[in-house]
């Protein structure tokens, strides 16, 4: 195997808003190439109290962003007096991710409440443009995802439906690409606080050849006593 030679990288993460604050939402496996090197990661960061960030792409590269960001935001806390908004910490991964845009191979999404505009979701994709959206989706699970969401997306949800959502979309992902896998973990952050939760892979629902197969013509020609087939 030739270590210097490109990896394949991939992931699924998302962030959807709904009505009070947003969900984050990602897999668990991070691959280098066709070795999965760790199929339990976590990633989705905390970068305040009430903002966190969904990493994709390289895991180093979005490391770093994600800790330099993090410090910057406690330094911005400590002279202000009260918390960093969501459009504060988006832009301070926007501008790491801009200025760098030749080394780093990452995407990001940002998403958070804060008490000035509610919850926000801020996708970063490579390159550092930031786009604020009512839903975001990134990774190479993505491509499986989108008309996905155009269909299912709606103004208005409550907590446990974007979440639902989100649980959804990242097993579908799964299902699709071979580079996402694992476990599913969500966040959701809103004005009491942040929930962080757990879906191990028996708990996600299940999808195309996933499903065990109902009255196939495997079963019929397998059984003892064949019945007639009605045409």
């Known amino acids: 195997m030739d270590v210097d030679a490109p990896h394949a990288m991939g992931t699924t993460i998302i962030g959807v808003t709904y009505n009070g604050g947003v969900v984050l939402g990602a897999d668990s496996r991070t691959s280098t190439g066709v070795y999965v090197a760790n199929r339990a990661s976590d990633k989705i960061t905390q970068l305040t109290d009430n903002v966190y960030v969904c990493r994709s792409g390289s ?3 979005s490391q770093i962003v994600s800790d330099y960001v993090r410090y910057f935001l406690h330094q911005h806390t400590i002279q202000l007096g009260q918390p960093a908004t969501v459009k504060v910490a988006a832009n301070l991964v926007r501008l790491l991710s801009y200025n760098n845009k030749n080394m780093l191979q990452t995407g990001m999404i940002v998403g958070g409440w804060d008490k000035y505009e509610g919850g926000k979701i801020y996708g970063i ?5 930031i786009i604020e959206q009512p839903f975001a989706i990134g990774g190479s699970g993505s491509s499986y995802l989108y008309g996905f969401f155009d269909q299912a997306w709606r103004e ?16 579908l992902a799964i299902a699709r690409d071979g580079a996402s896998g694992g476990v599913v973990r969500t966040v959701i952050i809103n004005s009491d606080g942040v929930t962080k939760n757990f879906y191990p892979s028996d708990k996600l629902p299940l999808w ?24």
């Open 156 to 171: 208005g949800m409550t907590k446990d439906e974007a979440e639902q959502l989100v649980i959804k979309a990242v097993s």
């Open 125 to 129: 994709p490579l390159g550092g443009t």
């Open 59 to 61: 895991a180093a590269d």
């Open 208 to 231: 195309h050849e996933e499903l065990e197969p109902q009255n196939s013509l495997l079963d019929i020609l397998n059984s003892t006593s064949p019945e007639p087939m009605n045409i």
